[in-house]
């Protein structure tokens, strides 16, 4: 009992100087990267041609207009990837303590894979992965 009051008196003195560290660090980071970028602009070389001041398009010239529509089936595929990944974290905290979670947890982490896979045969049947035209 004595050692939780302890613990009360610990948390309830801890105050802004705790975030100190924390403070220093990112100002620290923050002049690295400053310096770094004031650095480069007054070591690095200044030799602007035309040919470096234009956009760079990726060596290909370019023919017609960029604005041509894309496929619904892109952006479709581009959030399952996310969402299913998002998914994977979860399992992150299951194998950190799956010797605390016993059997229980072990029964959690089966029932999200199932629901998991639930999901992803869904996506499978409606076609969402499926690029025909």
Sequence with gaps: ????HVLLLDAASSGPIDYLPVILQLIVAGLFVAG????SQLLGPKRRTKDKLENFEGGIQ???????PVAVKYFLTAILYVLFDVEIVFFYPYAVNFRQLGWEGFVAVLMFVGFFLCGFFYILKRGALKFDD
């Design 1 to 4: 009992m004595l050692s939780f």
């Design 36 to 39: 770094g970028i004031a650095t």
């Design 62 to 68: 370019q023919t017609g207009n960029a604005r041509q």
